[in-house]
């Protein structure tokens, strides 16, 4: 109600001085005389133009006319202001009965106009005053409508930060699996946002900022929702693109107020989505940004001016900390970093025994699925279950079986089968035999990851067919032998084509691609070439998004030193991989036939073959 009578009074008062505006420049303007200096004016001939009304005499004076002997000196200056045909002057009406005979003398136009009526005043009334202001009217309440002009600019330096409460918030440590470490860093500050006082007694103050860290969908947008869930606190949600606009100075006002409204609402958790948008390394050059600057400089500012017993805590979420302004990092500000990393194969059966309650399922062995997706991360998880729902949705199926999760992880890890995509017999054989070189290695070669599936049906864009491998546990070290055994299962494929057509194909492209990088890595990185030493090239950034590096840090000759390495182990594998192919050609034949007839063999097909171990 008072937004709408201050709408109103706003509309009022804008109305009044537009009615102002239009009568100083559209009224006609006029110099104000004496009945006698008209008289004067009209017996020296002065006059071009009279009209006669009710209460007043208008007069237009000749532009010619020297008026300085009859008039005033303010009188004259009035009149220059005017232009030179509209240089009038008013006066009172006189009862003169000689006026009329005095003007058919002087053979001055003259004109009357009658007195007006009541129907002629409100046909003027409406006309130049209700009317115009009707249209004005509507007009401007639908602009501010269809625009919401005021409440733009009024709310443009807000925060857009969300406020939810303990009850909307929804989530505790019970929605959160995989990430055990993760929980256990963030369960002091829970038990500080619960029980403050008692960590005061002794001089310990919360962490200011907690900055949570890792790759996408590992659920740290989560794990922030369950650390204010638990703690039974408001959590203030805001992304860090928001505070990013394009008029200067508004990223730093929406600063203020989020803080204004944590400060409000404390204790409480402020969650900052995506830092690395406004948290950015600063540009000290001359091409850095001032709005984002600002806004930075403003989040240090508050984050530093905080009371340490405000009992508000700032959570962060980046995939990008390398990228991170320094000053953000330091310690009494984002001093608590918090890695929420991809699970392993006991976080993964978590994830899914929290997810697969959400839908009907019949007898599924979640310790095999979660053995088949290594490297999958929480949200990879969800999508994999949703997946397997929509299978089994597909088949009219009463529940979800292994078998929807099996073709789900291949539909996640290759790509949509497509089987009406015609392929000719050559190409077919190729494929085959090319997907059989991969098994032939892998099966061969102790140590090999085992191959749980190859398949000759086209999936994705590109791929004629693929070869699936899954390690038997989650591995962080691996050594030099197992890395040449896996470039060497890489180049089983075009080996297998060598070996059976005498020549290459375009099918081992992407094999090519993923050999030359780990190649590249136990050179550049790994430091396992002898001759180059033990240096490692290219560092680590340890980016859970890649960024492409442009320069070098070492000289031209090693460089060539780098490249000659790089083909030597590339060499090296791809000679083992055409030796096993040639010596274990018969089982390739075999199992080349074999695929071409089903298209799709499992590891108990592979168990038939019977290829002998290295």
């Known amino acids: 109600m008072k937004k709408a009578l201050r709408k109103v009074f706003k509309f009022i008062l804008l109305f009044l001085i537009v009615m102002w505006v239009v009568y100083l420049f559209l009224a006609p303007k006029a110099v104000r005389v004496s009945y006698d200096e008209f008289q ?84 003027t009334l409406f006309g130049i005053w209700i009317f115009p202001g009707v249209i004005f009217f509507l007009l401007f309440t639908f602009l501010l409508s269809r625009m919401k002009v005021s409440e733009k600019v009024t709310d443009i330096g807000k925060s857009k930060g969300k406020v939810y409460t303990e009850k909307h918030t929804g989530i505790t440590f019970k929605d959160v699996a995989g990430i055990d470490e993760a929980k256990i860093e963030s369960l002091e500050i829970v038990d500080f946002l619960k029980n403050s006082k008692y960590y005061r007694r002794l001089g310990a103050r919360a962490p200011k900022g907690v900055l949570l860290i890792g790759p996408p969908g590992t659920g740290k947008t989560l794990l922030a929702r369950a650390i204010a869930g638990e703690a039974k606190v408001p959590f203030i949600s805001i992304n860090g693109s928001e505070f990013v606009e394009l008029f200067v100075g508004v990223g730093a006002a929406r600063v203020r107020d989020l803080f204004r409204q944590a400060h409000a609402v404390a204790p409480c958790i402020i969650f900052i989505d995506e830092l690395d948008a406004l948290g950015r390394q600063r540009d000290y050059s001359f091409r850095g940004n001032d709005e984002k600057e600002q806004t930075l400089n403003q989040l240090l500012s508050e984050m530093d001016g905080f009371d340490v017993n405000t009992d508000v805590i700032i959570l962060a979420a980046t995939n990008r900390p390398e990228i991170l302004d320094s000053a953000l990092l330091r310690a009494g500000r984002f001093d608590r970093q918090v890695l929420v990393d991809k699970p392993d194969k006991k976080g993964r059966l978590q994830i899914l025994n929290l997810y697969i309650k959400k839908i009907h399922s019949g007898n599924i062995d979640l310790t095999e699925i979660a053995a088949m997706t290594p490297g999958f991360t929480g949200a990879d998880l969800a999508t994999l279950v949703n997946e397997a729902a929509l299978l089994a949705t597909r088949r009219n199926a009463e529940q979800v079986e292994m078998k929807d999760f099996i073709d789900a992880v291949e539909r996640v890890v290759a790509g949509l089968e497509r089987r009406n995509r015609l392929i000719n017999p050559e190409e077919r054989r190729i494929t085959a035999y090319h997907e059989m070189g991969h098994t032939v290695v892998a099966l061969a070669l102790p140590g090999a990851d085992p191959v749980t599936k190859v398949s000759i049906i086209q999936r994705g864009a590109s791929m004629l067919g693929f070869t699936m491998q899954l390690p038997k546990n989650d591995r962080s070290i691996i050594t030099h032998h197992e890395l040449e055994t896996k470039l060497a299962v890489m180049l089983g494929g075009r080996a297998a084509e060598l070996a059976v057509f005498g020549e290459y194909s375009t099918g081992a492209v992407d094999d090519l691609l993923k050999v030359t990088d780990l190649a590249r890595d136990m050179v550049m990185r790994y430091g396992m070439q002898e001759s180059l030493g033990h240096i490692a090239y290219e560092a680590d950034r340890r980016a859970f998004i890649p960024v492409l590096k442009f320069s070098r840090d070492f000289s031209e000759k090693t460089a060539e030193e780098i490249d000659e390495a790089i083909r030597k182990i590339v060499q090296s594998a791809f000679d083992k991989a055409i030796t096993i192919i040639k010596k274990n050609k018969k089982y390739l034949d075999q199992g080349a036939k074999i695929l071409l007839e089903k298209e799709t063999l499992d590891k108990h097909d592979l168990a038939t073959l019977g290829v002998p171990k290295e």
Not at 53 to 63: F, L, M, R, V
Not at 78 to 102: E, F, G, H, K, Y
């Open 40 to 123: 004067n004016l009209l017996k020296s001939n002065m006059l071009s133009t009279v009209t006669l009304k009710d209460n007043e005499i208008i007069s237009t004076i000749k532009p010619a006319a020297d008026s300085s002997n009859v008039l005033t000196k303010e009188q004259l200056d009035d009149l220059s202001r005017l232009p030179p045909n509209q240089q009038r002057i008013t006066t009172s009406v006189v009862n003169d009965p000689n006026l009329i005979q005095a003007l058919e003398n002087e053979k001055i136009v003259f004109s009357g106009e009658p007195k007006n009526n009541l129907w002629d005043t409100i046909k």
